[in-house]
């Protein structure tokens, strides 16, 4: 089994930053893709970033050029900048998928990032 842990949502201003982080612990050896995800209410939980053992990486339309996936070892991040009430949502770690653009079957709890002045 692997265990996802989400850290770094919270409340931030129209053009604000934050930076989530996601640590992965247990049988890692099945990891080979991650990513994030979000779902905000009445909608459709999306991909917003992901990456590939080997680095690849795949952002939504909605967030190129603002947010910025990386990962180290077992630690996943998110650098969001620039951030937009439509980016509100509960955040999601994902591990597992066989690609940057594919879900894998492992996933946190969830860290709610909440955009608004």
């Known amino acids: 089994q692997v265990q996802l842990v989400e850290s770094g949502g919270g409340l931030v201003q129209p053009g604000g930053s934050l930076r989530l982080s996601c640590v992965a612990s247990?049988?890692?050896?099945?990891?080979?893709?991650m990513g994030w995800y979000r779902q905000a209410p009445g909608k459709q939980r999306e991909l917003v970033a992901g990456i590939a053992g080997g680095g690849t990486t795949t952002y939504a339309d909605s967030v190129k050029e603002r947010f910025t996936i990386s990962r180290d070892k077992m630690m996943l991040y998110l650098q969001m900048n620039s951030l937009k009430p439509e980016d509100t949502a509960v955040y999601y770690c994902?591990?597992?998928?066989?690609?940057?653009?594919?879900?894998?079957?492992?996933w946190g709890r969830g860290t709610q990032v909440t955009v608004s002045s």
């Open positions: 247990g049988s890692i050896f099945s990891i080979y893709a």
């Open positions: 994902n591990a597992g998928g066989s690609s940057a653009n594919r879900m894998g079957r492992y």
